[in-house]
């Protein structure tokens, strides 16, 4: 048995508000509970609502720009910048800008539907 998996054939998360959500590894890829790892495109003018995640998320900007709201404090990443979020820590994101942002999301526990607690 191989002690590596290649993945390129992500599982593409179905979403209604225009985002892209490739998961390379995470509960709805692999079934793995531990990591999720996620390739996504955030269109213009795109944003979630206010969530409260029970897990530590960390995000890569590769492509565009990602607007942050944290706990009421607005930060603006840009391509080569990172973040990461304590799980816990109240958050919205959006893309309220021209281009689309293109970047990595990585969970610690996995990403779950059940623990993101959107408001």
Known sequence: MKKYKIQDNPFIVPTTDGKTIKEHFGLASDGNSEISIAHMIAPPD???????????????????KKQFIIENETIVLEAGQSIKINKNTRVQYSNPFTEPCVYLAICLPAFSIDSVNRE
């Not at 998320?57 to 590769?62: G, L, P």
């Open 46 to 64: 795109w944003s979630e609502p206010f969530q409260t995640p029970e897990f530590d998320e960390y995000t890569f900007i590769i492509k565009g």
